[in-house]
């Protein structure tokens, strides 16, 4: 079936670089994305969505890319630091359902 | 503003007990409602949605059951636990069909 994807489970991030996770989804009739993050123990938070009119989308140090062609999704995280160790989930948002992927957990080295 | 509250937060019961897990939104009306379950290690499964007061949708079946006894109250039930039940439950809300913003969750283990 129809469903949202991560590329990888896991991304180790010196800190101060720049982080990219990505997201593939393979329903071309979703037009609204999200963005959650999650730290251990804790629910999923909102950081950033982006609806299919749009191929960016800026925030506080995140930016979301989409690109409708290929359908991929991705999440820029700007001068990662140690709180923004988490893993990250992409969500399709559909009436009523969202698809979310396994997620990506991202590591900050000191 | 709105928020949302899980309890307990966590959670230990022997295989065969009951269970109720309760959710509340603060700050909204008539909100759309949803139960996830979410594995280690895994992405989260939708269990229940709930658009309005007594009415459940159940997307997976299960010896899980939801009911909305108020407009901002959600609860998670099993009459008797499976060790296969153990996970961390989330609770989430939202306006419409649109973002949802998820609770603390309750982290469950059956033993």
């Known amino acids: 079936g129809e469903s949202v994807g991560l590329h990888l489970p896991t991304l180790s991030v010196q800190e101060g670089d720049n982080s990219i996770i990505n997201c593939a989804y393979s329903?071309?009739?979703?037009?609204?994305f999200i963005w959650y993050k999650q730290e251990s123990g804790k629910g999923p938070q909102f950081i950033i969505d982006i609806r299919s009119n749009m191929d960016k989308r800026q925030g506080q140090r995140v930016t979301v890319l989409l690109n409708k062609t290929v359908k991929h999704l991705s999440l820029q995280i700007a001068a990662t630091q140690p709180g923004d160790s988490a893993v990250y989930f992409c969500a399709e948002i559909r009436p009523l359902w969202v698809s979310f992927g396994a997620g990506t957990t991202v590591t900050v080295r000191a | 503003s709105q928020t949302i509250h899980q309890w307990p937060a966590t959670l230990v019961q022997p295989v065969g007990s009951p269970l109720s897990l309760e959710c509340t939104v603060e700050g909204t009306s008539n909100p759309n409602l949803y139960w996830y379950r979410q594995a280690a290690g895994r992405g989260l499964q939708l269990l229940f949605y709930s658009v309005g007061i007594g009415q459940i949708s159940s997307e997976v079946p299960q010896n899980l059951s939801a009911s909305r006894p108020q407009d901002r109250q959600f609860i998670l039930s099993s009459k008797k636990l499976l060790l296969s039940d153990s996970g961390f439950y989330l609770c989430?809300?939202?306006?419409?069909?649109?973002?949802?913003?998820f609770g603390p969750g309750t982290r469950l283990t059956v033993l």
């Open positions: 329903n071309s009739a979703s037009d609204y």
């Open positions: 989430a809300w939202s306006e419409s069909a649109d973002t949802q913003y």
